[in-house]
């Protein structure tokens, strides 16, 4: 049995499992149709074309949440910020861990999602929001919703600014699991709050994870939003991000990505409102056969806005990078300012990349540019600094760090800013000291 029969036959036994109400199971059964008359998908689809899921689905993967698994403080630890006072909401193998998590529901609900779609006090709010925006015809965010039990909740009120970051971790081990986090945020009118996200393997077996977030932004709302993928080589992801923004909200997401076999992120804003202003921002480290596909979209729907995006990649060995970039202005959309900017370092003849920037513009009134590069080292600044008494791979090490600074300096959380610093340093295998 191949892993889409797995999950089709399944599910009967899933819903079974779980509490829900008549509503959600309509909108389950008929997202579980969807994917089966689509299935995985394969490199023929020109979205996947440079991505294949092939050698990741002949594995016989566990697909249905155990109990806990007991996991120590003291094996994660790092996996969170330093000597940071910070929400938690941690999962293992899928299920909720109470003593690794710090939710609240004082003036905001950090909390669980599986609390959102059983509970009636949740109803209106899950019938508002849940898989409103998420793409109906995309096969991996339709078994999602298919699966979707568990993940995280987030609701900040109008007029509310959280005063530290909120973590949601997804920790997996033991045996080959298949998991579908899905998270939902809604930040009100005037809110600002601050999210970082991680899915991290704690066992050498493989592990996939299909995760779907949908991030809802009202009037005037603040929401940055950090994705951090430094995984084992036998963890798989598929990351799926849906964002709409109102009247003069401003969103920016950063993806780093250092580690994992194949890390698939699509990453999709809708703007709905005018004087909105949506940040797209990556640095991909990658080396081996490691396996970075970034795909993104912005949907310029309404005047008056802007979007920047700013992807850099460094690759090594026989590594392989995808940025597929699209923009695009409706006819109404005059007045956009878009920008979009792709650079990328090969370090090795063997290393790939694929680049493929798109702009649909149907609007006349607009400043809209995309730019990419792909190149090598300037050996020129090399024998500059080696002259100066820096060692070649100190030299080559501090360039590579200068050329991702102007994404790592975007970073708003400092201490997130610093690990991130030790995780580059840690990539390019030199230990840099100071800050550039």
């Avoid at 997804?170 to 005037?190: C, D, H, K, W």
């Avoid at 909200?249 to 005018?274: A, P």
């Avoid at 090598?376 to 600074?405: C, H, N, V, W």
Wanted: charged residues 25%; glycine residues 4%; hydrophobic residues 35%.
């Amino acid at each position: 049995m191949d892993l889409k029969e797995k999950l089709l036959s399944s599910f009967l036994a899933f819903e079974q499992k779980v509490d829900i109400n008549s509503t959600l199971h309509d909108v389950r059964t008929d997202a579980l149709k969807v994917f089966e008359n689509k299935g995985f998908p394969t490199k023929k689809e020109e979205a996947w074309k440079y991505t294949s899921l092939n050698a990741v689905l002949a594995n016989d993967f566990n697909i249905l949440p155990k109990n806990e698994t007991a996991v120590d403080w003291k094996d994660v630890k790092k996996y969170f910020l330093n000597d940071v006072d910070t929400y938690k909401v941690v999962f293992i193998n899928g299920v909720f861990s109470s003593h690794l998590s710090s939710t609240t529901h004082d003036g905001l609900d950090v909390c669980l999602m599986s609390s959102a779609l059983t509970k009636p006090k949740y109803k209106m709010v899950i019938d508002t929001y849940f898989n409103q925006i998420a793409n109906k015809e995309d096969s991996l965010t339709n078994l999602n919703t298919a699966y979707s039990l568990e993940g995280a909740y987030i609701n900040i009120p109008k007029s509310t600014v959280v005063q530290k970051p909120i973590e949601i971790l997804y920790f997996t081990t033991g045996a080959s699991n298949f998991v579908q986090p899905r998270n939902l945020v809604i930040v009100g009118e005037n809110a600002h709050v601050q999210i970082i996200e991680r899915h991290q393997s704690l066992s050498e077996l493989p592990m996939l994870t299909n995760s779907v977030t949908e991030i809802y932004a009202a009037k005037r709302a603040i929401v940055d939003y950090y994705k951090l993928q430094n995984d084992l080589l036998t963890a798989d992801l598929v990351d799926n991000t849906y964002i709409e923004q109102k009247q003069e909200s401003r969103v920016s997401v950063h993806t780093f990505s250092f580690g994992g076999n194949i890390t698939r992120n699509n990453l999709n804003f809708y703007q709905r409102g005018e004087r909105i202003d949506s940040t797209l921002k990556g640095i991909t480290i990658i080396g081996e056969k490691q396996h970075v596909d970034h795909y993104t979209l912005v949907n310029h729907e309404e005047p008056n806005c802007e979007s920047h995006q700013n992807y850099k990649g460094i690759y090594d060995d026989r590594s392989t990078g995808v940025f597929n970039g699209k923009i695009y202005v409706d006819k109404i959309a005059q007045k956009t300012d878009a920008f979009q900017q792709n650079n990328n370092i090969l370090l090795t003849d063997k290393a790939t990349l694929n680049t493929k920037p798109q702009l649909e513009i149907f609007a006349d009134d607009v400043k809209c540019s995309h730019g990419c590069t792909i190149g090598q080292l300037d050996e020129s600044a090399m024998f500059y600094m080696q002259q100066r008494g820096i060692p070649r791979k100190e030299a080559k090490a501090l360039l590579m760090y200068a050329f991702t600074d102007e994404v790592l300096s975007s970073v708003a959380i400092p201490d997130l800013q610093l690990k991130l610093q030790k995780l580059i340093s840690m990539k390019l295998g030199v230990n840099i000291g100071f800050d550039i």
